[in-house]
């Protein structure tokens, strides 16, 4: 089984830019795999903000990221990552990396300062 860590969150201002990555350790990412970015803000569901398909590397994203977030692969199919800019105030949450929605890493927060 895979295990997969965040990292790259911190405090931005709105308007700024962070970019999150995944890491995947114990296997690495595999042409079957869908590997995902989901958020949680504190009192809401966790939700699906990103997601790319390691066979043929077609992305998918939430409406409300769209065209302020892009989702990356490395090629040694070992990392992740979610390049986020224009990032506003309702972007704050846990960001939690996910491969096949199976495994989950820890998450990191994201903090935008309005």
């Known amino acids: 089984q895979v295990q997969l860590v965040e990292s790259g969150g911190g405090l931005v201002q709105a308007g700024g830019s962070l970019r999150l990555s995944c890491a995947a350790s114990?296997?690495?990412?595999?042409?079957?795999?869908?590997v995902g970015w989901y958020r949680q803000a504190p009192g809401k569901e966790r939700e699906f903000v990103a997601a790319?398909?390691?066979?043929?590397?077609?992305?998918y994203y939430a409406d409300s990221v769209k065209g302020r977030f892009t989702i990356s692969r490395d090629s040694a199919r070992t990392a992740v990552y979610l390049q986020m800019n224009s990032l506003k105030f309702g972007d704050t949450a846990i960001y939690y990396c996910?491969?096949?929605?199976?495994?989950w890493g820890q998450g990191t927060q994201v903090t935008v300062s309005s």
């Open positions: 114990g296997r690495s990412f595999s042409r079957y795999d869908t």
């Open positions: 790319i398909s390691w066979s043929g590397g077609s992305t």
């Open positions: 996910t491969t096949n929605t199976a495994s």
